[in-house]
């Protein structure tokens, strides 16, 4: 099993975080629930609470074993929810669940649905591993309708460094921020991570 303090600063390459989350697959589950995952199940609130999206096909982006495909079928019971991840073994588990329509492999920032537009797109405790985030915005503007909506999770100490609300501003001529939560917990019973890491989540809207 690949060693759990390399989630702090991330994996490292596309392969090495394949192999990472192939092996982890099995056991991902049950250890995220151990550290006390808060993002699935506080983004399905921040969306209901907001209580502006409506959505007939959903992308759920490195969905991994559907934890927050989970949460999207409780959200929008009668929704299409698609699904895609780098882990080809996550996925074999998340088919188990009855979650999504259709599964994919694929690296969340390189997707392309030629013939279906979303409604909701979202990338939840994944952009850590985001390499190109212009590339991604760009992406998601593609893949989504007009006034369709995009929410994702960024961790807090990686928005500052990255500058995150920059680069939001980058795109607001095209993915408007419609809410940014404040910072919450993220892994708050695993050692590396507890109080000291949090996360935001937003929420975009295309026009």
Known sequence: MTNFKSLVSGVGSLNKTKKYYNDWSKNYDK??????????KKSSQFLKKLNKVRANNILDLACGTGLFGLELKKLYPKSIIYGSDIS?????????????YDLKVNNFEQFNYQKIKFDLISLIGSMTYCKNVDKLFIN????????GFFIFTHRVDLWEKQDFSNILK????SLKIIKISRPINYLPLNKDFNNKIKIRMVLLQKY
């Open 31 to 40: 250890t995220l629930k151990i550290w006390n995952y808060q993002a699935p």
């Open 88 to 100: 080809k073994e996550s996925l074999k588990i998340a088919h188990t669940k009855n979650i999504y």
């Open 140 to 147: 998601i503007n593609k893949n989504i309708k007009e006034k």
């Open 170 to 173: 980058k795109f607001n001529n």
